[in-house]
């Protein structure tokens, strides 16, 4: 393993390599930023790890990140192969597009999914109509708590997963539905089982997935979230009318019918399952976790909540319900929201990149095939970047005339090529979601109740630990 890393010039330094396990014991893997950090201090912006077999390298700061995935974009669009998704139907030609390697595939699906989402409604009630119904609702069920302590996440959950439902199966469940409830309890066992050091034990060394039972153990939530998905799917398609597209599902069993051509690019009925799976993975957690970071800042700074509502009374009102119009007249709200992103830190570690081919950067070689990790974390709270790094400091994105700015280093979304495909669709739901929920209440900590941890909780996001709150209505 040593001959391994060194027989590169110029490859990025790192910790000492162990035999078979090379730098594994040097990460916590359920807290991997944290790690990174220090060794960031140690190696500096560019450091080199290894796991079992596989080379990582990992990007600090906004300059190194911005340069890789800006400047040098094809060079680390590249995503590496994960094993470990194999029993989900996970391969060739059928690679979905988060975990997709970089090529024709992933390009026709990105394409697709884009376009799809931006013709969202085709004909019927446009995207951010659907959101803001969605914003009623969440406040209807917010209501019927009655000012009593609760916690939030069980109901912003349900507000974001309907959105995604939305767009792929074209309805919404009511939130006692318990289709609904079980799709989301299936969803979050996924997600959990993501976490730690097995998986990134598995996907190394993925002959360990061989043995009888262990895939089934490992992630026999995720095996019964796919499940369930065929089974959406299925309903869904004994309903399809090709003449009349109601949604994302429709749109993609239509390129299906267009033949082996499009077979060819990825449309078929295995990438059906993998890409909603992936709508639902990147795009529900990361958007209810930062919506629960946003009320927990509101909890711990009331100040900024008064000054929040005091903005969304002068624009919008009490009836009213926002718009994204609204947005560009609301830039306090606007530096709140991209306050809570970049402090909250929701994404720290990103997602990994692999290098497509040998490359350079800032005077290292990295070879092709190199797993590359965005440590987004330390471009968010980059001290040569933020004034205050580590506070909630909303003047982070307010110039002095008090106008909405949007500093270069705020890259929660990621950047280039494989950026997050739905920031649009991301900003609209923080936006909406969040004006319409302190038009109508405050958040307050209840009486007797600790204050909340402000350090969150990673399974590839990171999250608030659970807390509890009062809706006050206004
Ligand atoms: C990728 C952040 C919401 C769909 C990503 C990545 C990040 C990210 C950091 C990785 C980019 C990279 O590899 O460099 C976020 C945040 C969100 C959000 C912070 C909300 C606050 C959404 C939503 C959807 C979505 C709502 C879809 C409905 C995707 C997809 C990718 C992705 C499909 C993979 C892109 C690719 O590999 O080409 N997102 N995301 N995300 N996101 Fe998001």
Redesign the pocket.
């Known amino acids: 393993f040593m001959k391994r890393r060194k027989k590169w010039s110029h490859y990025p330094p790192g910790p000492v390599s162990l035999p078979f396990i090379g730098t594994m014991l040097y990460i916590n893997f359920h807290n991997p930023h944290f790690s990174f950090n220090q060794l960031h201090k140690k190696f500096g912006n560019i450091f080199s790890l290894q796991n079992c077999w596989t080379n990582l390298v990992v990007l600090n700061g906004y300059k190194t990140v911005k340069e890789a995935?800006v400047h040098k974009s094809e060079d680390f669009a590249d995503?590496p192969y994960f094993p470990v998704y194999e029993h989900l139907g996970y391969g060739n030609k059928c690679e979905g597009?988060?975990?997709?390697r970089y090529g024709h595939i992933?390009k026709e699906l990105?394409k697709f999914?884009l376009s799809t989402?931006r013709n969202f409604g085709m004909g019927k009630k446009s995207l951010e109509e659907r959101v803001t119904e969605e914003a009623g609702f969440l406040c209807s069920a917010v209501n019927s708590e009655e000012g009593r302590p609760f916690d939030l996440r069980f109901l912003v959950n349900n507000a974001?997963c309907n959105?995604?439902c939305i767009?792929i199966y074209g309805e919404r469940f009511n939130y006692g539905d318990e289709t609904f409830k079980k799709l989301l309890h299936l969803f979050e066992n996924s997600m959990n089982e993501e976490a730690g050091f097995l998986p990134q034990l598995l996907n190394v060394v993925p002959i360990l997935l061989h043995i009888p039972g262990v895939p089934q153990k490992a992630f026999r939530g995720q095996k019964a979230f796919m499940d369930f998905i065929d089974v959406l799917i299925d309903k869904h398609m004994e309903t399809w009318n090709p003449a009349y597209i109601r949604d994302f599902t429709d749109a993609f069993l239509k390129e299906m019918e267009k033949g082996k051509e499009a077979e060819e690019s990825g449309f078929n009925y295995n990438n059906l399952r993998l890409?909603t799976a992936?709508?639902f993975a990147?795009?529900?957690e990361?958007?209810s976790?930062?919506l629960r970071w946003a009320l927990l800042y509101m909890l711990l700074h009331p100040e900024i909540q008064s000054k929040v509502q005091a903005e969304i009374d002068k624009v919008i009102g009490r009836e009213r319900s926002p718009t994204m119009k609204d947005q560009v007249s609301m830039p306090y709200t606007n530096a709140v929201i991209h306050e809570v992103?970049r402090y909250g830190d929701?994404?720290p570690i990103?997602?990994?990149?692999m290098t497509y081919r040998d490359t350079e950067l800032q005077g290292f070689f990295i070879p092709k095939g190199t797993t590359i990790i965005?440590n987004?974390s330390s471009v968010l709270k980059d001290e040569t970047v933020w004034e205050k790094p580590n506070e909630f400091y909303p003047e982070h994105f307010l110039d002095a005339n008090g106008q909405f700015v949007k500093p270069e280093a705020f890259?929660?979304?990621?950047?280039?090529?494989?950026?997050?495909?739905?920031?649009q669709?991301?900003?609209m739901?923080?936006f909406i979601f969040f004006t319409t929920l302190l038009q109508k209440f405050t958040f307050v900590l209840p009486e007797d109740q600790p204050r909340p941890r402000e350090d969150g909780h990673f399974a590839l996001?990171s999250s608030p630990h659970p807390y509890q709150v009062r809706a006050v209505p206004r």
């Open positions: 995935l995503r597009i988060v975990v997709a992933w990105r999914t989402l974001v959105v995604i767009i890409v992936d709508l990147a795009g529900s990361t958007t976790t930062t992103q929701i994404v990103g997602l990994p990149h965005t987004l890259l929660p979304f990621s950047a280039g090529r494989r950026a997050c495909l739905a920031e669709l991301a900003r739901e923080l996001t």
